[in-house]
């Protein structure tokens, strides 16, 4: 079981919003940022959001996250086929003194 | 631009040792502001972070607690590159392997290595 905690599945039409939520704890989110992977099979995870909120240069702003407490969210808009991946949160955990990741979150564009 | 390439078997028997390299260009494994991970994914895990060495004045690592008895990442500065090395692998460990840095967070990653533990 995943130290934080995604819904294992998410969908939306093409052009529709689409939100994914990670919850966390004290000893992760609680004093440390959020950081958020997109990963296709076969190849390496791509960073899309870090330090809860900033997109690396060449992330559309179609992508966009947020932090609040112990509880973190990825939201998605105007929803691409190019989209469809497993999305995943990360964040350092300062009592296990690691990285840990949810469990992950397939996005289904429909 | 930094880039790592990795390198190392993709099968390994019950009991023995896994052993990966990632090759580091661009960057250096005994840089003061970066660490060197190792991170697998697995249809039943997902993303596993592994561990990590960093050198700050001198080397330390980090292990996940899940594998903590059984690994080992050493850096190799005279060729700019580091290991992993899991012991007693059982098949739980087949995974996709993959080494990243990590200068505040996990920001570049190799292709990634498929690893099955079979006999």
């Known amino acids: 079981q995943s130290v934080l905690t995604q819904p294992p599945s998410a969908s939306g039409t093409p052009g529709q919003r689409v939100t994914i939520s990670c919850s966390g704890s004290?000893?992760?989110?609680?004093?440390?940022?959020v950081y958020w992977y997109q990963h296709l099979p076969g190849t390496a995870p791509k960073l899309l959001i870090y330090r809860n909120n900033q997109r690396p240069s060449g992330v559309p702003d179609r992508f966009s996250g947020s932090k609040s407490g112990t509880s973190a969210s990825l939201a998605i808009s105007g929803l691409r086929s190019e989209d469809e991946a497993d999305y995943y949160c990360?964040?350092?955990?300062?009592?296990?003194?690691?990285?840990?990741f949810g469990g992950g979150t397939k996005l289904t564009v429909l | 631009q930094v880039q790592l390439q990795q390198s190392g078997p993709g099968l390994v028997k019950p009991s023995q040792t896994l052993s990966l390299t990632c090759a580091i260009s661009?960057?250096?494994?005994?840089?003061?502001?970066?660490?060197w991970n190792w991170v697998r994914r697995s249809p039943s895990r997902g993303l596993e972070w592994l561990g990590r060495t960093y050198y700050r004045s001198k080397w330390h690592n980090d292990y996940a607690v899940s594998v903590k008895s059984r690994i080992t990442i050493n850096p190799d500065t005279s060729k700019n590159q580091f290991s992993l090395q899991l012991n007693s692998v059982t098949p739980e460990d087949t995974a996709v392997y993959y080494c990243a840095r990590s200068s505040g967070y996990m920001d570049v990653w190799g292709k990634g290595t498929t690893v099955t533990v079979s006999s």
């Open positions: 004290s000893s992760n989110f609680g004093s440390n940022y």
């Open positions: 661009g960057d250096s494994v005994s840089s003061n502001s970066a660490a």
């Open positions: 990360a964040a350092w955990d300062d009592s296990l003194s690691g990285w840990v």
